[in-house]
């Protein structure tokens, strides 16, 4: 059974930092791309960064310069690292293992529950 699970969230003031971490068990992340996604109340969810097996790394253009993504295949983990959050980063975040194709982004049916980030004063 593929279990994702997101943990590190919380409350954060403007300007402050987080570390999520997504742990996978149940298969292996070496050789797929992963992903992290946020979705907030009434919005879709939307794609935020992805870290390819070799390590190359997109962002969502508003989170460019602020977060990284990383991982540790012999943790079977995905990092987010969150530096000067934003309110308008205030989102439930959720990690995905997928695939590259034609250099876009296809996510996998497996999700976790997400953890919740808050930036609020």
């Known amino acids: 059974q593929v279990q994702l699970v997101e943990s590190g969230g919380g409350l954060v003031q403007p300007g402050g930092s987080l570390r999520l971490t997504c742990t996978v068990s149940g298969t292996f992340i070496k050789g797929y791309t992963m992903a992290w996604y946020r979705q907030d109340p009434g919005n879709q969810r939307e794609l935020v960064a992805t870290i390819t097996s070799g390590g190359m790394t997109t962002y969502e253009d508003s989170v460019k310069g602020r977060f990284t993504i990383s991982r540790d295949n012999d943790k079977n983990t995905v990092y987010l690292r969150m530096n000067s959050l934003k309110p308008e980063d205030t989102a439930v975040y959720l990690c995905?293992?997928?695939?590259?194709?034609?250099?876009?982004?296809?996510?996998?049916?497996?999700w976790g529950r997400g953890t919740q980030v808050t930036v609020s004063s």
């Open positions: 995905n293992k997928g695939f590259t194709s034609s250099g876009r982004y296809v996510s996998g049916i497996d």
